[in-house]
């Protein structure tokens, strides 16, 4: 079996500031005025959920006063990050969240830019990923999910809401190669909405889903999906029923990080705030109720420390990606 790992550290959200207040505020608790999220894709995705979820817990905390958010899809992440640098003197008070798929990008070159592009801010969470099946499927496992496939290779199409060679697939592939089979042979559709992806595994058109796992979550709760796989270490709160890989014998592990970008050219004292922001989040119940709520993983890196985590990572996914003929 191979094993790959990612690493329990890992960073994302979304954070932007219109309107930056003073040092504190005068409780000395409210840090930020207000904040604006810049989010690179459509609503009701990983990025919305975290941008949203984050300024609910910083305004809920009092830490910022109020949050706006703005959904700006395209070229997999790329306008929203080119809005963001060619832009960069006017959107000092925006901050943009990005999760794994800012590196997978980079380097298949989606878009010309990379995280080096930008101001890193923060780090923040990690979310897992996880396979599905539609609620009325026969496969209750990814036992039983792997003997369909010995069964009928072509005919077990594995979907997900990436381009070829990005996450989702790099997660089914990763999963398949864990388990002993080829992953270059495995059968993936890519699908540019969640909703897409829903009808596709409910006629039969796939029959799993590679996906986040919050994603996974909302999925299962409202009764569309069974979760037959967790890329996790342990089983996790938010769904406790959920098998992780390793249990099922396949020894893998990934956790996609999500954190926070803003423009070039940041002035530092801008950046302070928003980091300190972050900081103290972390401290609130408001921000653990978000958090559980989506099985998120807390992996907070700031600054330099976010830096040489996103280098880190690069490397990994890079040499994953050449074994496995995506680059």
Do not use: C
Not at 120 to 146: C, F, H, Q, R, W
Not at 223 to 238: F, H, L, M, P
């Amino acid at each position: 079996m191979s094993k790959f790992k990612l690493g329990r550290r890992a960073l994302i959200a979304a954070v932007a500031a219109f309107g930056l207040a003073g040092p504190a505020a005068a409780d000395g608790h409210q840090v930020l005025d207000s904040i604006h999220f810049l989010i690179p894709g459509g609503a009701g995705g990983g990025w919305d959920g975290t941008a949203r979820g984050t300024g609910e817990a910083l305004t809920e905390a009092g830490l910022v006063g109020s949050a706006s958010y703005e959904n700006m899809s395209g070229g997999g992440g790329g306008k929203a990050i080119g809005f963001l640098i060619e832009n960069a003197d006017s959107n000092h008070g925006t901050l943009m969240v990005n999760s794994t798929p800012i590196v997978i990008r980079s380097l298949t070159g989606v878009f010309p830019h990379n995280f080096r592009d930008l101001t890193l801010v923060s780090g923040t969470i990690g979310d897992y990923a996880a396979i599905v099946v539609g609620k009325d499927s026969p496969i209750n496992s990814m036992d039983e999910l792997m003997a369909a496939y010995d069964a009928n290779p072509s005919g077990t199409a594995i979907g997900g809401g990436s381009v070829p060679g990005g996450m989702d697939h790099l997660v089914a592939a990763m999963v398949m190669e864990a388990a002993g089979k080829d992953a270059l042979g495995v059968k993936y559709i890519p699908y540019d909405a969640g909703g897409k992806a829903m009808a596709a595994l409910l006629s039969g058109e796939i029959a799993a889903l590679s996906t986040g796992f919050s994603e996974a979550v909302d999925l299962a709760n409202a009764g569309e999906v069974k979760i037959i796989g967790v890329t996790a270490d342990d089983r996790v709160s938010a769904a406790p029923d959920a098998m992780t890989m390793k249990e099922q014998g396949i020894d893998t592990t990934f956790v996609n990080w999500r954190g926070f970008f803003a423009a070039p050219g940041l002035p530092a004292d801008k950046l302070a705030m928003y980091q300190d922001a972050i900081a103290k989040m972390y401290d609130t119940d408001e921000w653990e109720t978000v958090r559980a709520r989506n099985g998120w993983v807390n992996i907070h890196n700031s600054g330099d420390d976010f830096l040489t985590f996103l280098e880190a990572q690069e490397k990994v996914i890079g040499d994953l990606m050449k074994k496995l003929g995506f680059l």
